[in-house]
């Protein structure tokens, strides 16, 4: 129906939204400035920053044509205008930074987006989550001073490594991927670049490989991949910094001594794609997610039917405080409710029965443990969202 694009399901779709949520609430904290940016743009603007004559092969071109007829849209230079699916944000993003005149005073300014982004993967490339054609990139670009360059990786990176962290990542392995056979703008650019984005990493003190010939076509990056519970390697975030773009495209600011330069643009995503982060993430903890990230957090579960109107005010009052938690009411065998519920991968389950719903408590089960405690029900939902609490909530706390 949508080769390479996903159709995410009521809970596959609260997980994409927590993390979405967790980013958005980290970039906000770290001096981001959330945009949206088109998805169709005309060729034009692809043409001037370079990707039209490198990338076009794996862009998703469309006719601009009038509806309803034949007639074809703009004319430019004799041929009727083209438009192209973003393949990535950061053109769009300097379309907003040249509105106004931008002084140093001005930088750095750092530009998110969750940008929605298409690239025609070959069919044979498609694999699940894993490689698809429509991705949300949570995107960044950081349009600084070169004597900014050090100070903002730096903070880039402990950023990152910091969501990692949150995420359940500690094996991170850094590369360095330098200037490939076909690239934009000069070679004494690139070797600039690559001096200033090495420097600025080691200034981190965090080890790095060099990945030769692998940067992308207008600037070096560095790379993060990280291994997931049994030992694959996934490349997720990047780094990119770009002399290329800004040039071509005019992104400058007025200097201190009153003349006009060329921004630098650091192009960075911590995540990668969301699609492809979750679909790792699903690999790396085998689908029991951590609490905080898990569709289901908790399922209040019935032994008798005298204990359904209990069941249902435990439900309303763990939903009022903010926990996602269902109702298993059904006429069935606690066994059976509690093994399809582990089965589904819930971290936890309350059981209740007659005797439970007489004296206001809980049976706890947890995901992955043997046997069960009986505890007051105030109790267990206080000490649920304690635990549901996001990790960067909990720290802001502490």
């Known amino acids: 129906e949508a080769q390479g694009s996903v159709f995410w399901h009521p809970k596959g779709y609260v997980l994409y939204n927590q993390m979405e949520a967790y980013i958005r609430r980290r970039v906000n904290a770290n001096g981001y400035n959330e945009v949206k940016t088109p998805q169709l743009m005309s060729s034009k603007f692809w043409e001037a ?28 230079s004799g041929k009727s205008e083209l ?33 929605c982004c298409h690239r025609n993967e070959a069919h044979g490339a498609l694999h699940g989550l894993l490689r698809v054609r429509q991705m949300t990139q949570d995107d960044a670009h950081i349009f600084c001073t ?69 940067g992308a076509f207008y600037a070096p990056k560095l790379e993060f991949h990280l291994k997931d519970a049994i ?29 006009k330069k060329y921004a630098v643009m650091l192009h960075r995503a911590i995540l990668g794609s969301l699609e492809r982060f979750i679909g790792m993430m699903i690999e790396h903890y085998a689908g ?14 019935t032994i008798v039917s005298e204990a359904d109107d209990y069941a249902q005010k435990l439900v309303d009052r763990l939903k009022a405080g903010g926990i996602r938690a269902e109702l298993d009411a059904r006429n069935e065998k606690i066994n059976y409710k509690v093994r399809e519920h582990s089965v589904q991968k819930v971290p936890l389950m309350f059981v209740v029965g007659k005797r439970e719903a007489e004296e206001g408590t ?37």
């Open 146 to 214: 070169e004597e900014q360059i050090q100070g903002e990786t730096e903070r880039f990176v402990h950023l990152l490594y910091s969501v990692y962290e949150h995420m359940g990542f500690e094996n991170v392995v850094i590369k360095l991927a330098t200037r490939p056979e076909k690239f934009g703008g000069t070679i004494e650019r690139w070797n600039a670049a690559e001096k200033a984005l090495g420097d600025a990493l080691r200034s981190t003190g965090y080890d790095f490989v060099i990945a030769e010939g692998e």
């Open 49 to 76: 920053s370079g990707h039209w004559g490198k990338y076009r092969e794996n862009m998703f071109v469309v006719p601009d044509e009038v509806p309803g007829t034949e007639e074809e849209g703009p004319v430019l």
């Open 362 to 398: 809980v049976s706890v089960r947890r995901l992955g443990t043997e046997g069960q405690k009986v505890i007051a029900a105030t109790d267990a939902i206080v000490d649920l969202m304690a635990e549901a609490v996001p990790p960067d909530l909990k720290q802001q706390a502490a």
């Open 83 to 115: 438009m192209a699916l973003k393949p990535m944000n950061c053109p769009a993003h300097i379309q907003i930074f040249n509105q106004g005149i931008k002084s140093y005073r001005d930088l750095p300014i750092r530009m998110a987006e969750f940008g």
């Open 288 to 301: 029991k997610m951590p609490m905080w990230l898990a569709p289901t957090q908790v399922v209040v579960a």
């Open 231 to 259: 030992g694959r390697s996934w490349q997720v975030g990047t780094l990119q910094l770009d002399y290329v773009l800004p040039e071509r495209l005019g992104a400058m600011y007025v200097a201190e001594d009153g003349t």
